[in-house]
């Protein structure tokens, strides 16, 4: 089979299901296909539908295998409940983030009534239950633990804490009737991450009891191969792309309808925190999520930040009130007129330049009670990824102009302080394969690495 016919890679995404054909022979891209993702009923008819347009010009009797992702329904939504904020909870967030889920919710200490009744009214899809180091504070995680039971989730929790506690967690929690999951303690020590088995144990729920729960299990079926959360797609292709396209580390923005995801690949390891006490080390590979900045299911908290606000001031207030109104109620929708393409470009810009400034780090003045004063980075620096990636349908449908509005986005980060390159070199993701790269990397490595090579390093080359 290897190096012969095409691979279908499809990516069910909450507004379009996107299919990329792959030639196994030379990684060529022979065919794509869109069409709306038909969620509401049954997400094999828009699936179908863009693989016959992505196979109109080479045939299904040509396809050799097919892998897939998905973000329907609003993706993976996961809940945090953690000990200390910038510690295990953020360990919890990181994880969460990392294993392609969308924290939905994050509570830090004793959660309190109102806590548990908020985390009921965001509807997760999983609850990551962490707190203490092994042999440190075991009182709050059994307290969360305790909460939660009265809560009695129906949906899946993983508690991954004091080790000193997990199972007697483990047993209240089962006696609620919640399914319960333990795992070693994603921080057994200060400083230390052990991020890997929640990871993994969360996507195994997710093929387990998630897919099967959105009306996936048709589609994962007629693959033939376990789906991947999309964001989880995108980061192994980001990781790829840095090792066989590009110069070892690069920055991904990925602009989608309801959020915008950033995904940093570093060269070499990550250099150890500095300027916060007790902060965590960074990760070589680091994905954060803004839910308010999205084009369309969001598109009205971006309307409303004050950089966009600042962009749009050249258009009638009417006209954005107008524009946001139909953007927010069709996320299907494809500018047309020339004021919603100035419209979605200034909204393209603001959620960029907001996106990159909060994933990216910032250099800060101590001034000590005596002494000289000096210099500290606060938060992840990625001045040193020249090569910038931006993916999405705004990419997939705006042509080289796109880039316009990315460019001046980095350069207004940069301007208020955050540590990005002073001199990009901007890639559009135009063919939307970034997540095809992934899905590939991980099912079939070796056509993965070729195709990231085919799209990537020659547009590099320029």
Request: glycine fraction near 10%; charge should be negative.
């Amino acid at each position: 089979m290897a190096g012969q016919g095409v691979v279908l890679c499809a990516d069910v995404g909450s507004t379009y299901t996107k299919v990329l054909v792959v030639r196994a022979a030379d990684a060529e891209l022979v065919g794509r296909g869109v069409a709306p993702t038909t969620v509401s009923n049954d997400v094999m008819h828009g699936f179908e539908l863009a693989c016959s347009r992505a196979l109109a010009d080479v045939g299904a009797a040509e396809v050799t295998g097919c892998v897939a992702s998905s973000s329907a329904a609003g993706g993976l939504r996961i809940a945090t409940v953690g000990f200390v904020r910038n510690l295990t909870a953020e360990a919890a967030r990181r994880a969460a983030l990392g294993a392609g889920g969308r924290v939905v919710c994050g509570f830090a200490n004793r959660i309190t009534y109102d806590d548990v009744e908020s985390l009921r009214l965001q509807r997760p899809d999983i609850i990551l239950l962490t707190g203490g180091t092994n042999g440190g504070d075991e009182a709050t995680i059994r307290h969360n633990g305790n909460m939660l039971a009265e809560l009695a989730p129906t949906v899946p929790v993983i508690v991954a804490g004091n080790r000193a506690a997990s199972h007697d967690l483990e047993r209240v929690l089962r006696d609620a009737g919640c399914t319960v999951y333990v795992t070693p303690n994603l921080m057994p020590e200060l400083g230390v991450l052990d991020t890997e088995p929640v990871q993994e144990l969360v996507r195994e729920i997710f093929l387990r009891e998630i897919v099967q729960a959105k009306g996936l299990g048709r589609l994962e079926k007629w693959v033939g191969a376990s789906l991947l959360p999309t964001p989880l797609a995108v980061m192994r292709g980001a990781e790829l792309v840095a090792a066989a396209g590009l110069s070892g580390g690069v920055l991904v923005v990925d602009v989608g309808g309801a959020t915008t995801d950033v995904v940093s690949v570093l060269r070499g390891e990550a250099p150890p925190p500095s300027g916060e006490s007790g902060a965590l080390p960074e990760a070589r590979i680091r994905r954060t999520v803004e839910a308010d900045l999205g084009l369309r299911v969001s598109v009205r908290s971006l309307v409303e930040s004050p950089q966009a606000a600042s962009l749009l001031s050249s258009l009638e207030p009417s006209q954005v009130v107008a524009m946001t109104d139909r953007f927010a109620a069709k996320p299907e929708a494809v500018a047309e007129a020339d004021a919603e393409t100035r419209f979605e470009c200034a909204l393209v810009e603001a959620a960029v330049s907001q996106a990159v400034s909060r994933h990216a780090g910032r250099h800060e003045t101590v001034w000590p009670a005596r002494g000289k004063p000096f210099v500290v980075t606060i938060g992840r620096d990625v001045s040193e990824l020249r090569d910038v990636i931006v993916t999405g349908g705004y990419f997939y449908h705006g042509g080289a102009a796109a880039l316009d509005p990315v460019a001046r986005a980095l350069q207004t980060a940069r301007e208020n302080g955050s540590l990005v390159t002073e001199s990009p070199r901007l890639l559009a993701d135009s063919a939307y394969a970034l997540y095809a790269i992934g899905l590939l990397a991980t099912h079939r490595p070796a056509l993965g690495e070729r195709l990231a090579q085919t799209l990537f390093s020659v547009a590099a080359s320029g």
